[in-house]
């Protein structure tokens, strides 16, 4: 080759022999003999088995090629393995020694190891277990995320909860005569009618009774205002209205608005009506519009004396009911259980004293749908409301234990006196109601439209008697 070939003392070509170290040479170093021969600077070489030749000292490992010997220069790395330097066991530092094996039994042999960096380029086992984990992570990420996605938007492989029914429960069906079913045909037929006025804005509520925009309120609503009115629909939105008529002693007003579209309500018969029957008041109880409260018919023809401080004395017979009405209800409908409109609201008793804030505690009461809506066309024909009579003035209770109210003067051409009723005459009973007070037979009367026959059963002495009277008009 040119120079002096360095080998570590293996003959690779010739197997099954034992390879002969190489020595260096150099100053002070013997050459080396044959393997096996004695000389100078030949190690002893050991008995099989390991025991050392007899008479000679421990045998000593000679020292690697291209370590340096004593006394002289070293030469070339070896070309061994590619990791002998790293390996313990080939430290040309380290003494020389045979070390025998020990006896392993059989059955306890370790298992081989593999050197996992024998394969060069291969790569390391974390390396492999880190790919997949980041992998599995990401894809668990993404896949919470698309779940949260579906799941809020009620997508496709969102957990779904519970089981689904085949039909929906009955109460949930909402039908046309359940409670809900019933506020949701009435709430588009109602309004809040506001009122302005020196004082500021009132509000109160109203219903929509035809198709060309005329509302019934409460006149109390509209008490007091500068005659401008609006009207806040179901859906919001707002309209002028002008006012009609109003009837300060049946407590109705009317007022129009102009717009297409719209909804009147069912009207109901309040003579039908029974205590007990399911009931709802609908309004703006203290702003609060589309309020739906729910009740019962808690008594009939229950006379009422109402007014304020100076203005007209309103009598009605009305329909007490327990559903929860409060102010802003005024004006609005009360329907019944098939969401036909049978009264207006009106009047609500409260345990509160004069000029304080008054409050339900479910006693309200409202004008029976059939006076209300005569008064209704009145007013909407001719511009106000007829007064029904019966041509007699009462004069306070009746004497004696069966009650009753006595009467102080009869018209001579009036409708009492038609009947045959006298001053003094006791009147017991109007189409079977019976009379305690004088307003008793005032509120009575009045619910009546002007023509209409009622009997009356009078007291006139110790004799009772009964009557017809055909009610009239007032003449004014």
Same mark, same amino acid.
């Given at each position: 080759m040119g120079g002096t070939d360095v080998t570590d003392g293996w003959d690779w070509r010739r197997g099954g022999e034992t390879p002969a170290p190489v020595r260096p040479t150099g100053a002070g170093v013997p050459p080396a003999g044959p393997p096996g021969a004695p000389g100078a600077g030949s190690a002893p070489v050991a008995?099989?088995?390991?025991?050392?030749?007899?008479?000679?000292?421990?045998?000593?490992?000679?020292?690697?090629?291209?370590?340096?010997?004593?006394?002289?220069?070293?030469?070339?790395?070896?070309?061994?393995?590619?990791d002998a330097l790293a390996d313990p066991w080939r430290d040309p530092a380290a003494p020389a020694a045979v070390v025998v094996p020990a006896v392993v039994a059989a059955g306890t042999e370790p298992e081989p190891v593999t050197d996992p960096d024998a394969s060069p380029g291969r790569p390391a086992l974390r390396h492999l277990l880190l790919i997949p984990l980041i992998t599995a992570l990401l894809a668990g990420a993404l896949g919470g995320a698309l779940g949260y996605t579906f799941a809020v938007r009620g997508g496709a492989g969102a957990t779904v909860l519970g089981q689904e029914a085949a039909q929906p429960p009955a109460l949930a069906q909402r039908k046309p005569e359940s409670l809900a079913g019933v506020a949701e045909r009435?709430? !588009?037929?109602?309004?809040?009618? +506001?009122?302005?006025?020196?004082?500021?804005?009132?509000?109160?509520?109203?219903?929509?009774?035809?198709?060309? *925009?005329?509302?019934?309120?409460?006149?109390?609503?509209?008490?007091? *205002?500068?005659?401008?009115?609006?009207?806040?629909?179901?859906?919001?939105?707002?309209? !002028?209205?002008?006012?009609?008529?109003?009837? !300060?002693?049946?407590?109705?007003?009317?007022?129009?608005?102009? &717009?297409? *579209?719209?909804r009147p309500v069912e009207f109901g018969n309040s003579d039908a009506l029974?205590?007990?029957?399911?009931?709802?008041?609908?309004?703006? !109880?203290?702003?609060?519009?589309?309020?739906?409260?729910?009740?019962?018919?808690? %008594?009939?023809? +229950?006379?009422?004396?109402a007014g304020e401080p100076g203005g007209p004395v309103r009598y009605y017979a009305a329909i007490q009911t327990d559903a929860a009405v409060n102010h802003g209800n005024s004006g609005g409908p009360l329907v019944d259980g098939a969401g036909r409109v049978v009264g207006v609201n009106s009047t609500i008793k409260s345990l509160v004293a004069e000029g304080q804030e008054a409050g339900n505690i479910g006693l309200a009461f409202a004008i029976p749908i059939n006076q209300a809506k &005569?008064?209704? #066309?009145?007013?909407?024909?001719?511009?106000?409301? +007829? +007064?029904?009579?019966?041509?007699? #003035?009462?004069?306070?209770?009746?004497?004696? %234990?069966? *009650?009753g109210v006595r009467l102080a003067a009869v018209e001579p051409s009036g409708p009492a006196a038609g009947a045959g009723l006298r001053v003094g005459d006791v009147i017991l009973k109007l189409n079977g109601r019976p009379m305690t007070e004088p307003t008793d037979l005032i509120a009575l009367v009045r619910k009546f439209a002007p023509g209409s026959v009622v009997t009356v059963e009078f007291r006139r002495g110790s004799d009772r008697q009964n009557t017809s009277v055909t009610l009239a008009a007032d003449a004014k």
């Open positions: 008995a099989p088995g390991g025991v050392p030749a007899a008479g000679g000292p421990p045998p000593v490992a000679a020292p690697y090629a291209g370590s340096p010997a004593p006394g002289g220069s070293g030469v070339g790395p070896s070309p061994w393995w590619s009435v709430l !588009p037929s109602v309004v809040t009618v +506001r009122v302005s006025s020196l004082g500021g804005t009132s509000e109160g509520s109203g219903f929509i009774a035809s198709a060309d *925009g005329h509302v019934i309120t409460n006149d109390h609503v509209l008490a007091g *205002g500068s005659g401008k009115a609006s009207v806040v629909f179901n859906d919001g939105s707002t309209a !002028p209205a002008t006012v009609v008529g109003q009837d !300060p002693e049946s407590d109705i007003a009317v007022i129009k608005v102009s &717009r297409t *579209g719209l029974a205590v007990g029957d399911p009931v709802l008041a609908v309004g703006s !109880p203290l702003s609060l519009a589309n309020t739906v409260t729910a009740g019962i018919v808690s %008594a009939l023809d +229950r006379t009422m004396q &005569r008064v209704t #066309q009145d007013i909407i024909g001719t511009g106000k409301a +007829r +007064r029904t009579v019966i041509g007699a #003035q009462v004069g306070g209770p009746g004497a004696g %234990a069966g *009650g």
